[in-house]
Structure formats: structure tokens, C-alpha cells
């Protein structure tokens, strides 16, 4: 056999292996979340309670579970399913990464084992959710006259408020102009690492992509006010550290957005260029930037529309704006107050949306 056709028999081989072993993961981890739901709903509905005599909230329910056991046994599940796939039909996993089989493409979901389990894994996910997050509606529903007071305050503000609320409204806009100011070069440049179209080229290039996308989301899963606490930390309270935790997360945040534009761009011009024998920032610059410019400039928008926002609960713990004033007057009860400083806040994002939209409609 021609060294050629043996190294693609091989690669193909390796494809399928490792598509296989995708499948099981994805059906170990949908029946580990299956076993685990079902488990925590026997427990809830059992009765059991702790020594102190009361029912089991969420979190001791949570603490009881079977881990380690369940998720065994949704590996040997996961991999008899795929094996005996033929004769049970398809698995989720099967299906997600590998397609659904040719044989079972005419028969309707609901005849099928895999579709009475995402049936089952979607009921199971919302009782579990009803429990865990200890939802009451009859108390939401009967128990209206213990906010009255806070709706009373909120619909007659109070004016002795409104010139400090203007002031500190300013520097919320500005503080999240800023933000998504320094954040928009640095987004820019870590996008044409984070686009998988532009990294296929070496082994180094997919480890940089790996890295980046890996950092990138490690970033964006924290939230902006916990970088706030950071930062408060690190350069003391006030608008600055509320500039740095909105940065971090808008970069984040907009190299995400900047670099699924750039996965997909038209190919055809990339292609084109990389045949003249440019470059690569030659191919970026002639090839990539002259059709991502227009969305780029529509998220960056988006983002500080955004930013403005979250600048409000990042003044909460010390970030500066209108939210460092917000906060207190919330823990005094001085609702009227309170509603001077949401009703500044709802207008001004309610303008920066219409403002923001109608930018957005012209560039793109």
C-alpha cells in the first residue's frame, strides 16, 4: 500500500476513534446527569430529614447524592448503548457527534429511545430545577403587600437625590466608555488568534488557539463583579477599578463575538491572496479585516450598550458610578430615593438602546 493512502487510512481511523469515544462521553455525561436528577427527586419526595428534624433543603439534598456510583454506571451504560446501537437505535451522543444513522432517518423521533430519553432528560431538568432553586409561587402570589412599600417608593421619587444621581450617571456612561475603549485593541488582536479558520496551519497555531480560547473563557465565566472585588483590591475603591473589571470582561467578551465573525468570513478572498504568496499579516489585512470591520464595529457598540449596565451593579461593591449610591439608600429602606436613581438609570439605557440601534442598522 502507497505510504499515502496508508497515512489517510490512518487518520481516518484515528477520526473515527476518537468520534466514537466523543459519543460515549457525551452519552456518559447526559446519563450522569439523568441518574443524578433522578436521584435528588427520590430524595426530595422521600420524606427524609435531617437530625435536627426538618426536611431536607436543596443543598443537604445535594450534599447525599451518589457521585462517584452514578457516574460508574452512566459509563457502562454509555458504552453498552453505543455498542448495542444497532438494536437500541442511535444514542444522543451518537447522533450529536456523529449524525443520526441512515436507517433511522425515517423513523420519527418519538419512536425512538433516544428521543423518549431527551423527553425524560428534559422533565427531569425542570422538577430538578423547581427544587433546587426552591421556587413558591403562592408565596409570590399571596404575599404582594410586603413589597408595597418598595413599589410605593419606587413610583414617587424623590428629588433630593437627582443632582448627586446626574453627577455619578455621567461618570457610570463614561466609565463604561472607557472600558469598552481600552478593551476594543486589545480584543482585536487575541481575535485572529481565537478563529479557528486562521490557525489551522501549524501545530503551534492550534496550540496558541487552544490557549486562547481556553484563557478567554476562563475570563469571561467571571463575573464582572467579581473582578470588581479584585481590582477594589488591587487600586482601592472609585471608577477605576470599575474601568478594569468591565475590561477584562469586555475583552474577553468581544474577542468571543470578534472572532466567531472572523471564522466566518468569505474564504474566497483569503484564498486569493494567500495564492499571490502574501503574508500572513498581508492575508489578514487585505484578506480578513475589510469584511469583519462592519460587525466589529456593531458588537463593540452592543458592548457598551452592555457596559453601562453592568457599571450600575459594579458600583454596588465600590466600582464607582451611580450604583456606589444605589446601594445604600437600597440597605436604608429610602425607596423613594431609589426610585430617583432607577428611573435615571432605566432612561438612560432605554436612550443608549434606541441610540445604539439605530448606529448599528447604518453600519451594517
Not at 116 to 126: D, Y
Not at 232 to 243: E, K, L, N
Amino acid at each position: 500500500m502507497p505510504r499515502g493512502i496508508e497515512l489517510s487510512t490512518r487518520d481516518d481511523h484515528w477520526a473515527k476513534s476518537m468520534a466514537r469515544l466523543k459519543s460515549v462521553a457525551v452519552d456518559a455525561v447526559l446519563l450522569t446527569g439523568a441518574g443524578l436528577m433522578i436521584e435528588l427527586l427520590v430524595v426530595a419526595f422521600s420524606g427524609r430529614r435531617s437530625p435536627a428534624g426538618m426536611l431536607l433543603g436543596a443543598e443537604d439534598i445535594l450534599d447525599l447524592l451518589h457521585y462517584a456510583w452514578i457516574t460508574a454506571g452512566a459509563v457502562v451504560l454509555a458504552i453498552l448503548w453505543n455498542l448495542l446501537s444497532g438494536w437500541l437505535g442511535a444514542s444522543p451522543g451518537r447522533a450529536l457527534v456523529r449524525g443520526i444513522p441512515e436507517r433511522e432517518r425515517d423513523i420519527p423521533w418519538t419512536h425512538t429511545l433516544r428521543g423518549w430519553f431527551t423527553i425524560l432528560f428534559i422533565e427531569l431538568t425542570f422538577f430538578t430545577g423547581w427544587l433546587i432553586t426552591e421556587v413558591d409561587l403562592p408565596t409570590f402570589l399571596t404575599k404582594f403587600s410586603k413589597a408595597s412599600d418598595i413599589v410605593r417608593g419606587l413610583v414617587h421619587p424623590s428629588g433630593a437625590v437627582l443632582h448627586q444621581g446626574v453627577l455619578l450617571l455621567v461618570q457610570t456612561i463614561f466609565l463604561a466608555f472607557m472600558a469598552t475603549a481600552f478593551a476594543i485593541p486589545a480584543a482585536f488582536a487575541i481575535s485572529f488568534l481565537a478563529a479557528r479558520n486562521l490557525t489551522r496551519g501549524s501545530a503551534l497555531s492550534r496550540l496558541l488557539y487552544t490557549a486562547t480560547r481556553t484563557v478567554m473563557n476562563l475570563v469571561r465565566a467571571v463575573e464582572p463583579l467579581v473582578w470588581a472585588l479584585i481590582f477594589i483590591s488591587w487600586v482601592g475603591i472609585g471608577p477605576f477599578a470599575g474601568v478594569l473589571a468591565l475590561w477584562v470582561h469586555s475583552v474577553a467578551a468581544l474577542t468571543k463575538l470578534y472572532s466567531e465573525q472572523i471564522e466566518s468570513i468569505d474564504p474566497g478572498p483569503v484564498e486569493a491572496i494567500m495564492a499571490t504568496g502574501a503574508s500572513t499579516l498581508q492575508v489578514i489585512r487585505y484578506g480578513v479585516v475589510p469584511q469583519v470591520i462592519p460587525p466589529f464595529l456593531s458588537f463593540t457598540i452592543y458592548r457598551w450598550d452592555i457596559n453601562v449596565r453592568m457599571s450600575t451593579i459594579i458600583g454596588f461593591v465600590g466600582g464607582g458610578g451611580i450604583g456606589y449610591i444605589l446601594k445604600p439608600r437600597v440597605d436604608l429602606g429610602e425607596w423613594g430615593e431609589v426610585g430617583t436613581l432607577v428611573l435615571l438609570i432605566a432612561v438612560t439605557v432605554w436612550l443608549m438602546d434606541i441610540v445604539s440601534a439605530r448606529i448599528r442598522e447604518r453600519i451594517v
